[in-house]
């Protein structure tokens, strides 16, 4: 497939500069652009290869002007990272449109009561439970799980691998990554008089709302009663581990290697880093922001705040104390110094006391 610089531009709203006729029939990283390459220019640090880059257009944004020539084509947009992905998302659309699948692969296994929509797509084996509900338009691939009464919305994709367990419920246009687990136990054991540990039994589900895309190998554990919550539009990386009951408010992303513990709630458009650690029974408020490897161990009540560090503590204050703490060594050592010339100094002063007494 082949577009012009004009065509891209017009379906993204955007201005040419450059040579409107010249075409693209790849999309690449701009580092790494070639003749017949269409890039994308949004953080600055890449500034440098627009004027290297042998890619034939790269969008940039309405506030660019280059300080050297270029020999590419330019096409201004807003928001160049958003337009360069619904140009990704376009041009994957078309390279998978000869390998739409539907139909049911054998061997697998549909329980009897199980209900599937139209044009569903089932890889061979895949398990669907009883009482079951698959959506239209829904792709199962092979090695799917999906437990007694559980419901599947219309157009998910679930990947090779990911387990959905018994009354776990998707709402529509979920995307979920092989080997993600939906369901499993909670976390829940009561220690006994003698040091054993009593389990407590998990009867809740998991709720998953619209337009929601997961990771591999991230864990949502069912509620102990109730439902663990994921709202909608909310993006969960790889390797997360949800604990029952939770919360994940609307629209919120969360980088992988995160925990959340039990019965925290998490307000909505959060951004939670990797290895962010979480403790139970929180209540963060709408758009917190965690930095990396930030501990939270106490409720955030203030919108739209960015804490890091761990124990947590807000942007400002960890960025001192993180220049102090780099500063630390040096510090160390000129206390060392001050102390050896505060303890010499004494030492003369009691010799000179001393002599003096001696004199007397």
């Known amino acids: 497939m082949q577009f012009t610089a004009k ?14 006729n010249v075409t693209v029939s790849e999309l690449s990283k701009i580092e790494d652009g070639k003749k017949g390459a269409l890039c994308f220019l949004s953080n600055r640090k890449y500034e440098n290869y627009i004027y ?37 998302d376009k ?16 061997p697998s296994f549909i329980h009897p009561s199980a ?31 999906i437990g007694q009464d559980a419901v599947i919305g219309a157009d998910c ?8 367990y018994v009354r776990s419920v998707l709402g529509n246009r979920i995307t979920i990554h092989s080997n993600t687990v939906i369901g499993s136990d909670g976390f829940g054991f009561a220690p006994q ?34 439902s663990t919550f994921i709202r909608k539009g909310v993006k969960l990386d790889n390797l997360i581990q949800i604990a029952h009951n939770v919360e994940i408010g609307a629209n919120s992303v969360v980088a992988a290697q995160a925990g959340i513990s039990g019965s925290t709630k998490i307000g909505e458009q959060s951004l939670i880093g990797g290895q962010v650690g979480i403790a139970g029974h929180l209540s963060l408020a709408k758009g ?29 204050n960890w960025m001192r104390a993180s220049v102090l703490f780099r ?15 505060v303890a010499d100094k004494a030492k003369h002063k009691d010799f000179s006391t001393t002599q003096n007494n001696n004199e007397r």
């Open 7 to 20: 065509q891209i531009s017009d379906f993204l709203s955007g201005i040419v500069e450059g040579d409107e």
């Open 115 to 145: 209900k599937i929509g139209k044009n569903v797509f089932v890889g061979a084996f895949s398990y669907i439970g009883e009482n079951a509900v698959i959506g239209d338009n829904c792709k199962i691939y092979q090695q799917v799980f």
């Open 327 to 341: 500063d630390l060594p040096g510090m160390n050592k000129r206390i060392a110094n001050l102390e050896a010339a």
């Open 193 to 226: 008089p003698d040091g054993t540990y009593s389990k407590i039994a998990q009867i809740g589900n998991v709720v998953i709302e619209d337009d929601v895309e997961i990771g591999s190998n991230t864990a949502i554990d069912r509620a102990t009663m109730g």
């Open 157 to 164: 994709i679930l990947y090779p691998g990911v387990k959905v």
């Open 52 to 88: 290297t880059t042998e890619a034939s257009v790269v969008i940039v944004g309405t506030d660019f002007f280059p300080s050297q020539p270029v020999s590419c084509t330019l096409v201004k947009v807003k928001d160049p990272y958003s337009a360069f992905s619904v140009l990704l």
């Open 288 to 316: 917190t922001q965690l930095g990396a490897q930030a501990g939270i161990n106490f409720s955030i009540t203030e919108e739209d705040k960015q804490w890091h560090g761990s124990p947590a503590q807000p942007l400002r």
């Open 91 to 106: 041009y994957n659309e078309a390279l998978n449109m000869s390998s739409v699948q539907t139909g049911i692969e054998q």
